[in-house]
């Protein structure tokens, strides 16, 4: 079975300080992990993929398959950050969602 | 180019009551998708088509029906609507080959009193 566990419903931080959204999975075979987007009153989007390796709008995220996991970071929170994200998995199945993390940044 | 369109945007039912939503692309896009967001509960997926003329179950079918009509146009009915119905209702699409981009509609907001 596939499954995303996003352990934080909501994550509140600083303007300038570090930012670490948590993403663990659980998949027998070789996943593709991905992080969506959600701004307020925009549509979900992609904000970037594991195998792209790449950084946007300052986040990256590591895939750690020793630790099953895919964190999501940025060294410095701004407040357009502030957003919905999400975690998913694509392994055997179509794309599987975490619950869900709620990043406020604040001023 | 409108991309994923979504229709209606909001809708209020009755228990008991069906309606169909209405989801239309214009990316030329193979697979199609049905999500529900609930809060607390992430992205859920309902039913998916990976080709005209296909359809699968999903992680929570139960109380829904879909059609994949052509390739543009995937629409999900209720076909007799309860409460635990109310959510936020995403379709969305894949572009084939791609590993995994989904390119998601506004969303509708359906109310089941």
């Known amino acids: 079975a596939q499954r995303v566990t996003q352990p934080e419903k909501l994550l509140s931080v600083f303007k300038g300080a570090p930012v670490e959204l948590k993403c663990n999975y659980s998949?027998?075979?070789?996943?593709?992990l991905f992080w969506y987007v959600q701004y307020s009153r925009q549509r979900l989007q992609l904000l970037l993929r594991?195998?792209s390796r790449e950084s946007i709008k300052g986040f990256t995220a590591d895939l750690n398959k020793g630790e099953t996991s895919f964190h999501l970071k940025k060294p410095f929170a701004q407040e357009e950050d502030s957003a919905m994200y999400y975690c998913?998995?694509?392994?055997?199945?179509?794309?599987?969602f975490g619950k869900g993390t709620r990043l406020s940044v604040i001023a | 180019n409108a991309g994923v369109t979504q229709t209606p945007k909001f809708q209020v039912l009755k228990t008991g009551q069906s309606m169909t939503l209405q989801c239309a692309q214009d990316?030329?896009?193979?697979?199609m998708y049905w999500y529900r967001q609930d809060p607390g509960m992430g992205l859920r997926l309902i039913y998916y088509?990976?080709?005209?003329?296909?359809?699968d179950k999903g992680e929570v079918p139960n109380g829904y029906n879909v059609s994949r009509l052509n390739k543009r146009e995937f629409s999900l009915r209720l076909e007799s609507a309860a409460p635990s119905q109310t959510s936020v209702y995403f379709c969305?699409?894949?572009?084939?080959?791609?590993?995994?981009?989904?390119?998601f509609g506004e969303g509708s907001r359906l109310t089941v009193l």
């Open positions: 998913a998995l694509r392994g055997n199945t179509p794309l599987v």
């Open positions: 998949y027998s075979g070789s996943p593709e």
């Open positions: 594991h195998i």
């Open positions: 990316m030329n896009h193979n697979s």
């Open positions: 088509s990976a080709s005209e003329g296909t359809t």
């Open positions: 969305a699409t894949k572009r084939e080959g791609n590993t995994g981009e989904l390119f």
